[in-house]
C-alpha cells in the first residue's frame, strides 16, 4: 500500500490566490481527516470525514476555508482568497483498525 | 478550557540511558491515548495506544503508562539510540466514542546524544 498520498509537497503562492491541497487516502481506509501544523499552535484538526460525509468542521479558521470528498479515495482542501497566516503545513490522514491515524507527508504552504 | 501539555523544552539524553516523556491532559475524560513520532519534514508516524482501563502497555523498547486519575501519560523509550531522536507527540480523543477525532500535544524533541 502506498500510504496516504498528498499533492503537491510544496506550495508557495501570493496573498489573494486561490490554493487547492489534494489527498487520497488509504483504500478502505473510512475516516479521513485533514490538520495544519504551525510551530505557534502545533497540530490542530480542521475538519474530518466519515465515508465523505463532512462530520466535523469546527477547526476550520473560517470561510475562507472548504473542503470536500467528492469519493472515498479522494479529498480536497480549499484556501480562497489565501492570506500569509495561512503559511503552514497542511496534513492528511486517514484511520485505520483501532483508531489509529495515518499520515501523509505534509503540504508545505507558504502564502507571500 | 481542554489542554493537552508537553515538555516544550528539548530532552536531551545519552546513548543507552532512558527517555521519559511526559503528557498531561486537563477538562478531557479520553476514552484512549495515544504516541506518535515525527521526523523532520515527514507526518506523524502511530507507535502505541493505550486505553482507559489498561495501565500500561508495551512494545519492544517503548512503553507506555495511562494514569486516569492523575491524567497524565508517560512515554519511555529504554536503552535509548541516537535514532530515537525525533519529536514525540501525544493524542487523546475528544469523544467517548472510538471516532479517531484526535487532538494532538505540542510535542516534545528527544535528542539522543552518541
Redesign the interface.
Known amino acids: 500500500d502506498a500510504g496516504v498520498i498528498q499533492s503537491p509537497r510544496h506550495e508557495v503562492t501570493e496573498m489573494g490566490q486561490e490554493v487547492t491541497l489534494r489527498c487520497k487516502p488509504i483504500s478502505g481506509h473510512d475516516y479521513l481527516f485533514w490538520y495544519r501544523q504551525t510551530m505557534m499552535r502545533g497540530l490542530e484538526l480542521l475538519i474530518y470525514f466519515n465515508n465523505n460525509v463532512p462530520i466535523d468542521d469546527s477547526g476550520m479558521p473560517e470561510d475562507r476555508f472548504s473542503a470536500k470528498m467528492p469519493n472515498a479515495s479522494f479529498s480536497t482542501l480549499k484556501i480562497q482568497p489565501s492570506e500569509p497566516r495561512d503559511s503552514a503545513v497542511y496534513f492528511c490522514a486517514s484511520r485505520g483498525r483501532g483508531g489509529k491515524l495515518f499520515f501523509g507527508s505534509g503540504t508545505q504552504l507558504s502564502v507571500l | 478550557s481542554q489542554k493537552i501539555e508537553q515538555n516544550s523544552e528539548a530532552l536531551n539524553i545519552q546513548e543507552g540511558k532512558t527517555a521519559t516523556l511526559t503528557c498531561n491532559y486537563t477538562n478531557y475524560s479520553p476514552a ?1 491515548l ?1 504516541w ?1 513520532r515525527q521526523d523532520p ?6 507507535l502505541l ?1 493505550i486505553r482507559e482501563n489498561e495501565k500500561e502497555k508495551r512494545k519492544e523498547r517503548l512503553k507506555v503508562t495511562f494514569d486516569t486519575t492523575l491524567k497524565q501519560s508517560l512515554f519511555h523509550i529504554t536503552a535509548s539510540q541516537p535514532a530515537d531522536s525525533a519529536t514525540y ?1 501525544c493524542a487523546l ?1 475528544r469523544g467517548s466514542s ?10 516534545t524533541t528527544l535528542q539522543v546524544k552518541p
Open positions: 484512549y495515544q506518535y519534514g515527514r507526518g506523524p508516524v502511530f495506544l507527540l480523543d472510538n471516532t479517531g477525532k484526535l487532538i494532538f500535544g505540542q510535542g
